[in-house]
T-cell receptor, first 108, second 113 residues
Framework: RKEVEQDPGPFNVPEGATVAFNCTYS??????FFWYRQDCRKEPKLLMS???SGNEDGRFTAQLNRASQYISLLIRDSKLSDSATYLCVVKRNTPLVFGKGTRLSVIA | DAGITQSPRYKITETGRQVTLMCHQT?????MFWYRQDLGHGLRLIYYSAAADITDKGEVPDGYVVSRSKTENFPLTLESATRSQTSVYFCASSSRGGNTEAFFGQGTRLTVV
């Protein structure tokens, strides 16, 4: 079983839609959690950290459930510019461990 | 410009040749990482370094060598390139091992023919 698992998608949604991505991780010793965004043929960039109490950044909301070892990302009011691959990332000790990513296409 | 830079951006090499991918960061970050990204596998860690002269293996280290004689540089060498090492290679750095952001270089697209 992979350490971080995500639904690869693609998710094709119309502009203005709400879309949710889920991610599970296998190692209960994981310490930190993130969502990264990667545009086509570009490097990954941090979208947001994920905290136990849940956190929001504009249209983006991240949730963490340590008991179920589950992380989610909710995007409200999707924009064309949100089209990208979203990478679920967990950190255990030092290196980041990446999921394979979920591809999102927002359609006009 | 400040940041993390990789060179070359694109490289084509022949099977059996030695290739070195360069990574340079100007932030004096302690940690540096090498990942490779392949379709169907996502980003996989090759090697990482916590400080100068300290390196450690990641998930897929076979066929690769790293060194870190200076904090700002973390070169990755393919000792004898194979076709299976055709990939996009990303270098990253972070200031410490805690809950901090990792910054990625733009990637090196390597093709082994």
């Amino acid at each position: 079983r992979k350490e971080v698992e995500q639904d690869p998608g693609p998710f094709n949604v119309p502009e203005g839609a709400t879309v949710a991505f889920n991610c599970t991780y296998s190692n209960s010793a994981s310490q930190s959690f993130f969502w990264y965004r990667q545009d086509c043929r570009k490097e990954p960039k941090l979208l947001m950290s994920v905290y136990s109490s849940g956190n929001e950044d504009g249209r983006f909301t991240a949730q963490l459930n340590r008991a179920s070892q589950y992380i989610s990302l909710l995007i409200r009011d999707s924009k064309l510019s949100d089209s990208a691959t979203y990478l679920c990332v967990v950190k255990r000790n030092t290196p980041l461990v990446f999921g394979k990513g979920t591809r999102l296409s927002v359609i006009a | 410009d400040a940041g993390i830079t990789q060179s070359p951006r694109y490289k084509i090499t022949e099977t059996g040749r030695q290739v070195t991918l360069m990574c340079h960061q100007t932030w004096s970050h302690s940690y540096m990482f090498w990942y490779r990204q392949d379709l169907g596998h996502g980003l996989r860690l090759i090697y990482y370094s916590a400080a100068a002269d300290i390196t450690d293996k990641g998930e897929v280290p076979d066929g690769y060598v790293v060194s870190r004689s200076k904090t700002e540089n973390f070169p990755l060498t393919l000792e004898s390139a194979t076709r299976s090492q055709t990939s996009v290679y990303f270098c990253a750095s972070s200031s410490r091992g805690g809950n901090t952001e990792a910054f990625f270089g733009q990637g090196t697209r390597l093709t082994v023919v």
